[in-house]
């Protein structure tokens, strides 16, 4: 599997950016996609994920309400609605898949995640 992520760029505090996730080399219907994030000088968090075996979604509780996760299955493709964003967004922001569907305690763990996107860089100014 491999996943290329794009969509990231400068915005300011209050608007909106869409990140997308195209996979190729396996349709990921069955494979749960999280996106996480890693800050200068932090280390990489949880963000969201989501696992349409079930319908179920997970959120980090500092980006519930603002972001959403979704996918398109035709054009295996999983996306990072970002609204209302923060200075404290500003980040490099990872996909990752894994095959299967996961309980949402590992969702919510980079460690459960073998397949990894290249990053995106979302700058949020002031």
């Known amino acids: 599997v491999q996943l290329q992520a794009c969509g990231g760029g400068l915005v300011q505090a209050g608007g909106s950016l869409r990140l997308s996730c195209a996979a190729s080399g396996q349709t990921f219907s069955t494979y749960t996609m999280g996106w996480f994030r890693q800050a200068p000088g932090k280390e990489r968090e949880f963000v969201a994920a989501?696992?349409?075996?079930?319908?179920?979604?997970s959120y980090a509780q500092s980006v519930k309400g603002r972001f959403t996760i979704s996918r398109d299955h035709a054009k295996n493709t999983v996306y990072l609605q970002m609204n209302s964003l923060k200075v404290e967004d500003t980040a490099v922001y990872y996909c990752a898949a894994a095959a299967g569907a996961m309980i949402i305690s590992t969702m919510r763990s980079s460690n459960g995640y073998p397949y990894w996107g290249q990053g995106t860089l979302v700058t949020v100014s002031s």
């Open positions: 989501g696992r349409w075996s079930g319908g179920i979604t």
